[in-house]
């Protein structure tokens, strides 16, 4: 199972990203899926979950409101839509598959 996130850069605060993360080896349509994101000082933290039923998401309240995860079954590819983007948003923005595999990562920096 391989999991590669895409679309990390840099941005300034109030902008927008989209991550993607493209997943071989497992088929994501009845599957829990999730971005995490970790900092040196937080660890790693949920940023969201998208439900087995494909329809349903989760987040913190934290992210509630910003961050919109979606997936295409299609293309096995889940995807990570952030807005007004905050310096404390700052994170290495992994993918995850609950119990099966992580992503490498891609970095996300927030800064004027």
């Known amino acids: 199972v391989k999991l590669v996130e895409s679309g990390g850069g840099s941005v300034q605060p109030g902008g927008s990203l989209r991550l993607s993360c493209v997943v071989s080896g497992f088929t994501i349509s009845t599957s829990l899926m999730s971005w995490y994101r970790e900092t040196p000082g937080k660890g790693r933290e949920l940023v969201a979950h998208s439900m087995s039923d494909g329809v349903n998401t989760v987040y913190p309240s934290s992210m509630q409101g910003r961050f919109t995860i979606s997936r295409d079954n299609g293309l096995n590819t889940v995807y990570l839509q952030m807005n007004n983007l905050k310096v404390e948003d700052t994170a290495v923005y992994y993918c995850?598959?609950?119990?099966?595999?992580w992503g490498l990562g891609t970095q996300v920096t927030v800064s004027s």
């Open positions: 995850n598959v609950p119990g099966i595999a």
